[in-house]
Nanobody, 123 residues
Framework: VQLQASGGGLAQPGGSLRLSCVAS????????MGWFRQAPGKEREFVAA????????SYADSVKGRFTISRDNAKNVMYLQMNSLKVEDTAVYYC?????????????????WGQGTQVTVSS
C-alpha cells in the first residue's frame, strides 16, 4: 500500500486547508485510516481517525470542532478539512492506514504511512 498526502501549504490564522491522501497498490477499503502530525522538535501526534466505513470519527482535543475527517472508498481517498487554523497547527501532516478496521488513535496500530505534507499557519 502506498499513501500520497497532498494539500498542505501556507495559511493565515483563521484560514482553511484541505488535505487529501490517495491510497494505491494493494489497497483495502476494510482498514481504518488516520492523520497524524509532527511539529519541529516534537513527537508525532494523533490528529484524527476514521473507520473502514467512514464512520466513528475520532479527533484529538486540540482539533475537535475545527477539523473534519472523511473518506471516499470508491476513490481510495481520505480527506482532512481543516478550518479555523491556528499557528500551533503548523506541522508536517502524515496520513496512515491502520492494521484493523477501526478508527484508532494509537500510532502503533498503523501499518502504512504517507510521506507527509507541510502545513504552515502564519500571518
Amino acid at each position: 500500500v502506498q499513501l500520497q498526502a497532498s494539500g498542505g501549504g501556507l495559511a493565515q490564522p483563521g484560514g482553511s486547508l484541505r488535505l487529501s491522501c490517495v491510497a494505491s497498490g494493494r489497497t483495502s477499503s476494510n482498514n481504518g485510516m488516520g492523520w497524524f502530525r509532527q511539529a519541529p522538535g516534537k513527537e508525532r501526534e494523533f490528529v484524527a481517525a476514521i473507520n473502514w466505513r467512514g464512520g466513528s470519527p475520532s479527533y484529538a482535543d486540540s482539533v475537535k470542532g475545527r477539523f473534519t475527517i472523511s473518506r471516499d472508498n470508491a476513490k481510495n481517498v481520505m480527506y482532512l478539512q481543516m478550518n479555523s487554523l491556528k499557528v500551533e497547527d503548523t506541522a508536517v501532516y502524515y496520513c496512515a492506514s491502520a492494521r484493523g478496521a477501526w478508527a484508532s488513535t494509537t500510532r502503533n496500530d498503523y501499518a502504512y504511512w504517507g510521506q507527509g505534507t507541510q502545513v504552515t499557519v502564519s500571518s
